[in-house]
C-alpha cells in the first residue's frame, strides 16, 4: 500500500495535543488541500473559519460540552456550508438566486462540499504528521457559535476540526466489516445476514473497550448507538435552517 491509503487506514480521532501551534503555511496547505476537493458543479459551497484567538477557542470548548480538546490544540478550524457568497453573487449579477439557495437540493449541496472539503483537509493533516478530532459539539448551540464567529444568514458552522501535534496517540476503533457496509448491485436486505454480522462486530467491539478499559466497559455496538439514538439531541435544527434562510422549500 502507498502512503496515502496508510494515512487513510492509520486514523484515529486526537484528543491530547502538544502546546504547540501550527505554522501559518501549514494552514494554508490545510486549506489548499481542502478546496482541491471535489465540488457540486463548481460552486464551493462552504467556508472554513480558523479561530486562533484564545477566548473564543475556550468558549467554543463551553459551547461544545467542556471539550479541552477545542481550546488546547495546534489550531482550530470550523466548517461551515456557505450560500452566503451566492447571495451575493445573486445581487452582483441581478438575478433572483432565492428560490434555488432556499432548496433542499442546494442546502444538500452545501453540506456535501463542506464535508468532502473537511475530510481532504484532515487527511492532509493527517499526512503531516499531525492529528485530528471532528467536533460535532459544534450543533449544540448554533445561535451561540453564530454570535461568536459573526456568521451570516445562509452560512451554518457544521463541525469543529482540531488539529495539532498529538500528545497521546489513541487506539484505533474496529469499524463494521466489509461485508456489512459495501453492497454488490444491490442493497442487500436479508435480516438474518444483517443480525448475524451484527453480532459478530458487537464482540469485536465489546473486546475492544475491555482491552482499552482492562475490564470496565464491555459494551456492544449496536447496544451503545441504539442508547445514543433514543435521546433526542439538538431537535432545534430544523428551526436554525430555517431561520437562516436555508432548506425552506
Known amino acids: 500500500m502507498n502512503d496515502v491509503i496508510n494515512t487513510i487506514l492509520n486514523h484515529r480521532s486526537i484528543r491530547h495535543f502538544e502546546d504547540k501551534q501550527l505554522t501559518d503555511e501549514q494552514i494554508q496547505t490545510i486549506v489548499s488541500c ?4 471535489a465540488t457540486s458543479s463548481f460552486i464551493q459551497a462552504y467556508s472554513i473559519i480558523g479561530v486562533k484567538d484564545i477566548e473564543k477557542k475556550r468558549r ?12 488546547k490544540n495546534g489550531h482550530f478550524f470550523v466548517f461551515c456550508a456557505d450560500l452566503y457568497r451566492h447571495t451575493i453573487i ?35 493533516a493527517e499526512s503531516m504528521g499531525l492529528g485530528i478530532c471532528y467536533i460535532g459539539g459544534i450543533r449544540n448551540d ?13 452560512v451554518i458552522p457544521l463541525f469543529g ?30 435480516t438474518g445476514q ?18 482499552r478499559t482492562n475490564g470496565q466497559r464491555q459494551d456492544r455496538w449496536t447496544e451503545q448507538i441504539a442508547h445514543m439514538l433514543s435521546k433526542q439531541t439538538r431537535m432545534y435544527m430544523k428551526e436554525f435552517i430555517q431561520k ?3 432548506d425552506i422549500r
Open 161 to 190: 476540526l482540531a488539529v495539532g501535534y498529538p500528545a497521546k496517540m489513541t487506539d484505533k476503533k474496529p469499524r463494521l466489516p466489509f461485508e456489512h457496509v459495501y453492497h454488490e448491485n444491490q442493497y442487500n436486505q436479508d
Open 34 to 37: 481542502a478546496q482541491a476537493a
Open 244 to 246: 437562516n434562510k436555508l
Open 90 to 124: 445573486g445581487e452582483k449579477e441581478n438575478l433572483d438566486l432565492n428560490p434555488s439557495l432556499e432548496s433542499t437540493e442546494k442546502f444538500m449541496v452545501a453540506l456535501i462540499d463542506t464535508t468532502l472539503a473537511a475530510q481532504n483537509a484532515a487527511i492532509a
Open 60 to 71: 467554543l470548548a463551553e459551547l461544545t460540552g467542556n471539550q479541552e480538546y477545542v481550546e
Open 142 to 154: 448554533l445561535h451561540s457559535v453564530k454570535d461568536l464567529l459573526n456568521i451570516p444568514d445562509r
Open 194 to 211: 444483517f443480525t448475524r454480522q451484527l453480532d459478530e462486530y458487537d464482540q469485536l467491539i465489546s473486546n475492544y473497550y475491555e482491552a
